[in-house]
């Protein structure tokens, strides 16, 4: 770091504490996941009336065995659809802290809290769709829920290729941050709009609420080490493109 | 412009110069938008034939089915979906003549507030769109729904027409800025605007259906339906208007 005195500050920093903790957080994350994962087959008790219309399945004889298996996922899906919203929520954060002040690093934030919500996202329509094809027998239903993540989906991708059509970098981070910021707007209001109008096909699907305390623990296990493994990767991943940033500084600075 | 409701300027040299108001700047674009319309007639006529010729594809997918049962429950989204792939056109268009000539710069060099370009422009595609669906709607009805008999509500599909070209208008302004500068300008509006648009599509081809079909309890539909893609509307012209500094700047 030859040219520190004068165009220090202009360098874009790493290797600020969350980094040093992020792979110590990511091995925390895999640990209580796995106990989740564990804690979710050996020991939550078994649930009826976790299928639509489990009304009907009241009374544990109705219930078998392999449709208890089923809501097992729900340990999984639910954590990981929590920690794609609150990734694509840093998203916006960061987007409407870009525009305020046009520093590029919230710009590189916004992106990889993107990326990683891009991830969890297709991970919980995974999840979601393996349920949906066991319980209701479809591979595909315009669900609210469905739907708006299959639309939040493809805005997110719609992010990516944007910004990979535009080739300034100042023009792609504002686009970017305008695009994250609408889409945040946008998402809420497409639930709402598919929950609320009665579509004449499928019935609001209503779900029981309530958990007893073993699912609880067992749910927290898991969504505490989501959310750990979701913050790990964005902070690997922001040092990885941060550190490339300053790489590409350091030798535009070099070769001054 | 210069008028006299201008407040009055004084340079260092002593000339007196009228500063437009605001919504004299916001007539003078619009006006520009249209005289240039009118003058090349480009924007309309590609969409009204493009409208046809949805219409025609359309006339060749259903051909096989039985007609007079369906099409009544199908042509609220039949007709959005022509809306949505016209506009799309439209809004590609619109900013392409803006770049051809250097014009946004020019527009940019003005000393006004940006989002006055956002309404002047959001204003001008919603008339022409509103033009193209007055030419496409009873073409529309011409093609396929004269087999059957609408229900009397029909004449109230106007109302999510005008609330959903309003949206389209608004958020695809602000796409077809953004997309103005990228590569492959076409199929990214495209990319951004269907997902973008979605929510409003749903709640109008609710709304739009159930006026044309007119089954019982109709009105609680429509009116549920055009509460929320009112609602889209607003909040959604909104933040393009406060985006939209940003973007055209950008």
């Known amino acids: 770091m030859t040219g520190e005195t004068k165009k220090a500050p202009k360098l874009p920093e790493a290797g600020q504490w969350p980094d040093r903790i992020a792979p110590a957080v990511l091995v925390a994350g895999i640990v209580l996941s796995t106990i989740g994962f564990l804690l979710a087959f050996l020991w939550a008790s078994p649930v009826n009336g976790a299928a639509v219309n489990g009304v009907e399945m009241i009374g544990g004889q109705m219930v078998t065995n392999v449709l208890l298996l089923s809501q097992k996922i729900f340990y999984f899906h639910m954590p990981v659809a929590i920690t794609s919203f609150a990734a694509l929520a840093f998203a916006g954060y960061y987007a409407v802290r870009f525009l305020m002040t046009k520093n590029r690093r919230f710009d590189t934030c916004s992106k990889i809290a993107m990326e990683v919500a891009l991830l969890f996202v297709a991970c919980t329509m995974i999840t979601g769709d393996l349920w949906t094809r066991f319980e209701w027998g479809v591979w595909w239903t315009w669900d609210p829920r469905l739907t708006t993540y299959l639309i939040l989906m493809l805005i997110i991708i719609a992010y990516f290729i944007l910004r990979n059509a535009i080739d300034e970098p100042e023009r792609r981070a504002t686009y970017g941050a305008v695009l994250a910021i609408i889409a945040l707007i946008d998402v809420p209001i497409c639930f709402m709009v598919t929950r609320l109008i009665p579509s004449s096909i499928h019935p609001v699907v209503v779900r029981e609420g309530g958990m007893s305390g073993d699912m609880g623990i067992t749910l927290m296990f898991c969504l505490a080490g989501i959310a750990m493994v979701g913050f790990a990767l964005y902070r690997l991943r922001f040092r990885q493109v941060r550190l490339t940033e300053r790489v590409e500084a350091l030798k535009e600075q070099l070769e001054d | ?250």
Not at chain 2, 6 to 20: D, E, M, S
Not at chain 2, 130 to 140: D, I, K, M
Not at chain 2, 156 to 174: E, K, M
């Open chain 2, 1 to 250: 412009m210069a008028a006299e409701k201008g407040a009055t300027v004084r340079t260092a040299g002593g000339v007196a110069l009228k500063k437009p108001s605001t919504f004299q700047q916001y007539k003078t674009l619009l006006r520009k938008d249209l005289e240039q319309e009118f003058r090349t007639k480009e924007m309309l006529t590609s969409m009204g034939i493009y409208a046809l010729l949805v219409i025609i594809v359309y006339g060749a997918a259903l051909a096989q089915t039985s007609q007079t049962t369906d099409i009544l429950q199908m042509s609220g989204g039949l007709l959005w979906a022509l809306i949505v792939f016209t506009s799309l056109l439209g809004l590609n268009r619109s900013f392409a003549h803006e770049k051809e000539q250097g014009c946004l710069e020019g527009i940019l060099l003005v000393p006004m507030d940006r989002s006055v370009v956002f309404l002047a422009k959001a204003t001008s595609n919603l008339l022409f769109l509103l033009v193209v669906e007055v030419v496409a709607v009873p073409l529309f009805y011409f093609f396929f729904l004269t087999t059957t008999t609408p229900s009397e509500s029909f004449w109230l599909l106007v109302v999510p027409l005008l609330v959903g070209t309003v949206g389209v208008a608004g958020i695809g302004t602000l796409l077809s800025t953004i997309t103005i500068n990228t590569r492959g300008k076409d199929v990214m509006l495209a990319v951004l605007f269907i997902p973008l648009i979605f929510p409003l599509l749903y709640a109008c081809v609710s709304a739009t259906t159930a006026a044309i079909v007119g089954a019982e309890g109709y009105a609680d539909v429509m009116l549920t339906s055009l509460a929320l893609a009112g609602g889209y509307d607003v909040i959604m012209i909104l933040a393009s208007w406060v985006l939209y500094d940003f973007v055209i700047s950008a």
